[in-house]
């Protein structure tokens, strides 16, 4: 798979814009597009009434080759902006729909990993089941505690880089994971990233700000 | 056989054809016997025990009934398709009351019922218990309209019931110990499937109907059932074949585990797997001792891990039929195609339908499953992303796919590795698989890939198409090759006026035909209907009120459901619909 395609929302979400926002919109014709032929051509259908469309598939296709490869259409529909709008799509039934939104799932993403993962933190009793979980399914780590406070880390022993966890609570904010109870943070929890300890300065814990 | 159709007929008592008649069972076969001379379309009718009725309002009952008067079995679809994604108004129709008192005037000797997308009110329950002496099955799929009330008269009244199987339904639940109103003395259960119901029940009771029921085979349970309860009944029933389980998760509890794991062991045949709700990885080992004669697994509502998942998925080594969520990511699917080399269907379903991110389900996954079961024949398949040269590779390893609908979740997405429509994937698909009978198509089209499916897809019975093509082209193009089309439903393209025109006597080749969002006028309805008398045309649409008399031929129509019908337009139609 290409790398370029595959968008990281990780390094998007260090500066705190939104994924959208910065995300290549393979988009809807009409919007701003990527780079692409600038042909736009729109086929009539009197054009097309004209091709030999016989019975047994006998059609004329040589007007396929003449065209260039990326047509795009002027099409009738608009997708709106908000996704969430368009009406039955995508097409799951609400049955289905239903028996799954209650839960309680957060995402995990990993810094320079393209995909993310989902847990379910009403799963575990603890930070340390909440880690070996993580270890388990980013299975290229290892756990390494840090020997002056509470702190776990994850470390890949490929390249010995260490990662923290964090999460963003409520109210936004980046924090690192064990810094408070195990309820609270379950109950606070929006999203968990596995930071590069590099990029994670910033969020010295609370113990360390005092004093 | 054959001849001169009046003197073949008076050869041998009408008896003797009924018999010969007998081992016919196919409704195609049935109708060719039907045409062949007046005298065994009589007979046939006659003796014909099963109907199939794919759109309620293509033949009114009482049609129905004066021709196969003597039926035992009938099995009616109400709304379209398109209604499992609330892209019809609730109160479209689909009433099943008038089929329901026809058959209960006409039929006493009804036995099964089964109906889809179709309203189904406790009257009609009702009427279904007091009405039928001998009534064996009722199936309910997709419907509405009824509540656990309704279930309970069934129960009482139904004493011969072998089925009763309610799948995804709206059920009200206002009597939440129905189950009891199945009388001790019953015991001719073989089927139930109860897992569209919401609420909580009498465990209790529902153990003993289990228990008394020796002959149950098929047994789905809901969420709501917990674990220990499950383990309790799975004891009673080591007959069954079917089994849906309730919600599989509970504290660790050692005892449990066991008791749990020694009902499976106990099974002595059980092919079928579903439900596993929430299921947590520390009690899917109870399962292992089953998954060896597998045939069939839903793990469509199990919320695992990919690693959770292979290690389950890839004990069932005679596996046919696998549905799961992409939460098994391709490394999952990699595993299965190693180990599961039966699977015929594949299903995968997304986790979170709404999430933009990427997740590691991709089309690799597809790819691999079709390299890896030459068995396969039907997949559905909701992804992220798709190329093209993943659609050609599968319809060249899997040329005998009947059944392939792809849904790339973001609408309109090209090849992400070219930026081309995904014409050319497709294409391939309808060239390769000559037995293709149902597809669903997604992604970023034009109007080529509708030349394609035109001009190859012979067998294919059911498209379903979305955001796609440029112009009427992309409809004519489908309308006016197709040959086998039966019901086509099309959202959100740039479709129009001239394509169907052109193509009106197409539409009485098919069951239906839905179009929604797309360029359709209220003049071009006007003329279809016109032209062709035996089509109705639905205008559907509930921004309009009223009248649509005073409505001008250039508006644009909503939603359209033209569908072919000797009954003439319906009677029951809502404010929002109107026959043109």
């Known amino acids: 798979m290409s790398a370029e395609t595959a968008k990281s929302s990780t390094e998007s979400d260090i500066s705190g814009l939104d994924y959208e926002e910065t995300e290549l919109k393979l988009g809807l014709p009409g919007s701003s597009r990527i780079a692409g032929s600038e042909l736009e051509r729109k086929r009539g259908f009197s054009e097309t009434v004209d091709l030999k469309l016989g019975g047994s598939g006998g059609c004329n296709l040589d007007y396929l080759t003449a065209e260039s490869s990326d047509t795009r259409s002027s099409a009738a529909v608009k997708l709106p902006a908000n996704k969430a709008q368009v009406v039955g799509w995508p097409p799951v039934r609400s049955f289905r729909k239903n028996a799954l939104k209650s839960c309680t799932y957060v995402k995990v993403a990993v810094d320079g990993a393209p995909y993310l993962r989902k847990v379910d933190l009403e799963m575990y009793g603890g930070y340390q089941q909440l880690l070996n979980a993580l270890k388990e399914m980013f299975s290229c780590f290892t756990i390494r505690n840090s020997p002056n406070n509470n702190e776990r880390r994850l470390v890949d022993p490929l390249n010995g880089t260490e990662y923290v966890p964090t999460y963003e609570d409520k109210d936004g904010d980046w924090m690192l994971v064990g810094d408070v109870p195990w309820k609270m943070f379950v109950a606070s929890c929006k999203r968990l990233r596995l930071m590069k300890s590099s990029e994670a300065v910033n969020l010295a814990p609370r113990a360390a700000q005092i004093g | 056989m054959g001849g001169g159709g009046w003197a073949a007929e008076a050869m041998f008592p009408d008896e003797v054809w009924e018999y010969v008649f007998s081992f016919v069972e196919a409704d195609a076969d049935r109708n060719a016997i039907s045409v062949v001379c007046r005298g065994w379309y009589r007979i046939e009718g006659r003796c014909r025990r099963r109907i199939f009725v794919g759109n309620c309002y293509a033949v009114s009952p009482a049609m129905a009934l004066r021709r196969f008067p003597e039926i035992k079995a009938v099995t009616i679809k109400g709304k379209p398709h398109f209604a499992d994604f609330n892209l019809v108004p609730s109160d479209w129709g689909g009433g099943a009351a008038a089929w329901v008192e026809a058959l209960a005037e006409t039929c006493p000797q009804m036995e099964e019922l089964r109906f889809k997308r179709m309203v189904v009110t406790d009257d009609c329950l009702e009427l279904i218990g007091r009405s039928f002496r001998n009534f064996k099955v009722l199936s309910l799929a997709s419907c509405e309209g009824f509540s656990t009330a309704g279930l309970a008269f069934v129960a009482s009244n139904c004493r011969n019931l ?370 062709m008398p035996r089509l109705n045309v639905e205008v559907i649409d509930e921004r309009w009120e009223g009248s649509l008399e005073s409505r001008p031929n250039d508006c644009l129509v909503e939603k359209l459901y033209i569908y072919r019908t000797v009954a003439g337009r319906r009677s029951d139609m809502p404010a929002c619909v109107w026959t043109v």
């Open chain 2, 162 to 531: 072998r089925e009763l199987d309610l799948q995804e339904n709206d059920i009200e639940d206002n009597c939440s110990h129905w189950l009891s109103h199945f009388p001790e003395s019953f015991i001719s259960l073989m089927s139930l499937n109860i897992a569209s119901l919401d609420g909580e029940m009498n465990y209790s009771i529902l153990e003993r109907l289990v228990s008394r029921c020796s002959k149950l085979k098929t047994l789905k349970l809901n969420h709501s059932v917990p674990l220990d309860r499950l383990a309790s009944i799975l004891c009673k029933a080591p007959q069954l074949i079917d089994l849906g389980t309730g919600r599989f998760s509970a504290d660790s509890r050692p005892e449990l585990f066991e008791k749990l794991e020694s009902s499976f062991t106990g099974f002595t045949g059980l092919k079928c797997l579903s439900g596993l709700y929430d299921a947590v990885p520390a009690y899917l080992p109870t399962i292992y001792s089953v998954c060896d004669g597998l045939s069939s697994l839903n793990l469509s509502y199990a919320t695992l891990q990919s690693a959770e998942l292979t290690k389950l998925i890839t004990r069932c080594k005679n596996l046919k039929r696998l549905w799961v969520m992409d939460l098994i990511e391709d490394v999952g699917l990699e595993a299965v195609a190693s180990s599961c080399k039966h699977i015929e269907e594949l299903r995968v379903f997304p986790f979170d339908p709404y999430d933009a991110e990427p997740v590691s389900l991709t089309e690799r996954g597809l790819v691999i499953v079709s390299a890896g079961c030459p068995m396969l024949r039907s997949v559905l398949y909701f992804c992220r992303q798709m190329t093209n040269a993943a659609l050609i590779t599968v319809a060249m390893n899997s040329p005998s796919l009947t059944c392939f609908r792809l849904c790339i979740l973001e609408p309109q997405t090209p090849d992400y590795l070219t930026q081309q429509p995904l014409d050319i994937g497709f294409s391939a698909i309808v060239q390769s698989c000559k037995d293709l009978r149902r597809l669903s198509l997604s992604g970023r089209l034009t109007d080529r890939v509708f030349q394609s499916i035109g001009a190859y897809a012979n067998q294919v019975k059911m498209l379903s198409v979305a955001f796609a093509g440029d112009s009427d082209a992309g409809l004519h193009y489908i309308l006016s090759g197709c040959r086998s089309l039966k019901k086509l439903e099309i959202r959100d393209c740039p479709f129009g006026d001239k394509a169907l025109l052109a193509n009106a006597a197409k539409l009485e080749t098919m069951r239906s035909l839905w179009m929604s969002s797309c360029s359709i006028s209220l003049g071009a309805c006007r003329l279809l209907a016109q032209k």
